[in-house]
Nanobody, 128 residues
Framework: QGQLIESGGGLVQAGGSLRLSCTAA??????????LAWFRQAPGKERGFVAA??????????ADSVKGRFTISRDNADDKNTVYLQMNNLRPEDTAIYYC?????????????????WGRGTQVTVSS
């Protein structure tokens, strides 16, 4: 029916950069551009909001902890249906599994339980 497929995680030193990608594939997402978001979950912590983007307007929303360092963007050229998270000036506290999510409804929704579709996640590890 539909899949959110993340890629781009890895190990990086503090101060470094990574770019995550999330492709929305399948009939669930075909022809309907849902809001897409990134969440992250560190060991022993709840899944927390990172950033979200409205596919149609391009409006972006960020958690305070990543403002000025992370940028969410989209690419729907040739029906790519892909969202990116450019992460700069990474810190050890950014270490987590990063998940892509989609939902029907408002974009500015930081509550993970309100997002209906999820990818499997990609690990980001930042060493000090």
């Amino acid at each position: 029916q539909g899949q959110l497929i993340e890629s781009g995680g890895g190990l990086v030193q503090a101060g470094g950069s990574l770019r995550l990608s999330c492709t929305a594939a399948g009939r669930t997402f075909a022809g309907y551009y849902m809001p897409l978001a990134w969440f992250r979950q560190a060991p022993g912590k709840e899944r927390g909001f990172v950033a979200a983007i409205n596919w149609g307007t391009g409006n972006r929303h960020y958690a305070d902890s990543v403002k000025g360092r992370f940028t969410i963007s989209r690419d729907n050229a040739d029906d790519k249906n892909t969202v990116y998270l450019q992460m700069n000036n990474l810190r050890p506290e950014d270490t987590a599994i990063y998940y892509c999510a989609a939902r029907v409804g408002e974009t500015n929704q930081p509550n993970a339980s309100a997002w209906e579709y999820w990818g499997r996640g990609t690990q980001v590890t930042v060493s000090s």
